[in-house]
Antibody
Framework: EVQLVESGGGLVQPGGSLRLSCAAS????????MSWVRQAPGKGLEWVAM????????DYVDSVKGRFTISRDNARNSLYLQMNSLRVEDTAMFYC??????????WGQGTLVTVSS | ELVLTQSPGTLSLSPGERATLSCRAS???????LAWYQQIPGQAPRLLIY???SRATGIPDRFSGSWSGTDFTLTISRLEPEDFAVYYC?????????FGQGTKVEIK
């Protein structure tokens, strides 16, 4: 059974930083593209970032470019999202997801990020 | 950015009825790159359909997907109580990957 477990969310002031982690098991992590998807309270889903199997390929939604960095450690079966210069509008539940054949096949339970003064 | 427009916003139906959800793309998207998800309040999304018409692992056959040009459809043949949820379409054919705004299927 595939399990994705996010951690690292919390309350942070505007302009602050957080690092999210996602621990993966039950899949061959090193051969799987991965993404972060977020959902603001009461809103729809928004893709945030993706990373290739070896980490050499990355892409981001425009609203986080230059502020967020996606990375991975295949030896630890872990995915990360470093979030800097956080804004109130970044408040959301953040999900990690496996990204295969153009779809997000597996999702974690999410970690909540709240940006507020 | 490729925009996906879902309709209707809300669908009010009774258990046992057929549900037809639509997703229209603002430009051409190869069907391989269109997926559908179900989200029950308080839970993470769950993949239902990928490649426009392939059911994900463990998804019952009452869920089906189809397409014609830039119009994609998710059909639930007979609604079960657990199917009342929000449904999203999503495309990966062009970056940024985008989702539709969602269709809520509620009990009538």
């Amino acid at each position: 059974e595939v399990q994705l477990v996010e951690s690292g969310g919390g309350l942070v002031q505007p302009g602050g930083s957080l690092r999210l982690s996602c621990a993966a098991s039950g899949l061959t992590f090193s051969t799987t593209w991965m993404s972060w998807v977020r959902q603001a309270p009461g809103k729809g889903l928004e893709w945030v970032a993706m990373i290739s199997q070896d980490g050499s390929g990355r892409d981001y939604v425009d609203s986080v470019k230059g502020r967020f960095t996606i990375s991975r450690d295949n030896a630890r079966n872990s995915l990360y999202l470093q979030m800097n210069s956080l804004r109130v509008e970044d408040t959301a539940m953040f999900y990690c997801a496996s990204d295969t054949y153009g779809a997000f096949h597996n999702w974690g339970q999410g970690t909540l990020v709240t940006v507020s003064s | 950015e490729l925009v996906l427009t879902q309709s209707p916003g809300t669908l009010s139906l009774s258990p046992g009825e057929r549900a037809t959800l639509s997703c229209r793309a603002s430009q051409s998207v190869k069907h391989d790159w269109l997926a559908w998800y179900q989200q029950i309040p308080g839970q993470a999304p769950r993949l239902l359909i990928y490649g426009a018409s392939s059911r994900a692992t463990g998804i019952p056959d009452r869920f089906s997907g189809s397409w014609s040009g830039t119009d994609f459809t998710l059909t639930i043949s007979r609604l079960e109580p657990e199917d009342f949820a929000v449904y999203y379409c999503q495309q990966s054919g062009s970056l940024p990957k985008t989702f539709g705004q969602g269709t809520k299927v509620e009990i009538k």
